[in-house]
């Protein structure tokens, strides 16, 4: 399987500033199709886990354009450019290459 | 826009079944391009994919080797849903379950989810 690794576990900020996660994975998620399957999901408070960021860096439908995601291979990272109080909640990364389809622990985002 | 809708028991007994099944709206389980899932979340496991099941000209299941021999993804094309059987259920069980939308055709994202259902496994 799969070992998706997330760091920090735990994210205070400021609103208006930037924030910053990491991802990590076991493997190469660079598919032959020249795709690399990685997805961001946020999970807000009390809600089921919310798209973000599909194919490393492509944001989906709705979501603001603070949110970033970038990384190649094993390495990946979300930005927020300015972070808003609606932000908070559990980042989860998972790579969509190979079954079982695996999640990063989770990095919680609070406001400081 | 896709919704599906949980409906299932929250308690469920040791040793016995935990049933879900999850009503789609707004696609169809039969799609060629969508799969269609189980995943659940539990402070000691985090978000844990169980498998899914997809129709491709047939009808397939992939499932995570955790569970292997004890789950069962079903469709019912009759009636848009889909839904989750899990037999000789313990305490490790208890968990919020979701099913989950996966758009796969080069994409490969989860772009609908459930509203999550609490299953307690305890007598």
């Known amino acids: 399987d799969i070992v998706m690794t997330q760091s920090p576990l735990s994210l205070p900020v400021t609103p208006g500033e930037p924030a910053s996660i990491s991802c990590r994975s076991s493997?190469?998620?660079?598919?032959?199709?020249?795709?690399?399957?990685l997805d961001w999901y946020l999970q807000k408070p009390g809600q089921s886990p919310q798209l973000l960021i599909y194919l490393a860096s492509n944001r989906a439908s709705g979501v603001p354009d603070r949110f970033s995601g970038s990384g190649s291979g094993t390495d990946f990272t979300l930005k927020i450019s300015r972070v808003e109080a609606e932000d908070v909640g559990f980042y989860y990364c998972?790579?969509?290459?190979?079954?079982?389809?695996?999640f990063g622990g989770g990095t919680k985002v609070e406001i400081k | 826009q896709v919704q599906l809708q949980q409906s299932g028991p929250g308690l469920v007994k040791p040793s016995q079944t935990l049933s879900l099944t999850c009503a789609i709206s707004?696609?169809?389980?039969?799609?060629?391009?969508?799969?269609w899932n189980w995943i659940r979340q539990s402070p000691s496991r985090g978000l844990e994919w169980l498998g899914r099941t997809y129709y491709r000209s047939t009808w397939s299941n992939d499932y995570a080797v955790s569970v292997k021999s004890r789950i069962t993804i079903n469709p019912d094309t009759s009636k848009n849903q889909f839904s989750l059987h899990l037999n000789s259920v313990t305490p490790e069980d208890t968990a919020i379950y979701y099913c989950?939308?996966?758009?796969?055709?080069?994409?490969?994202?989860?772009?609908?989810w459930g509203q999550g259902t609490l299953v307690t496994v305890s007598s």
């Open positions: 707004g696609d169809s389980v039969s799609s060629n391009s969508a799969a």
């Open positions: 998972m790579q969509a290459l190979h079954t079982p389809l695996t």
């Open positions: 989950v939308r996966w758009v796969g055709a080069g994409y490969n994202y989860f772009d609908s």
């Open positions: 493997q190469s998620l660079l598919h032959s199709d020249g795709n690399t399957y």
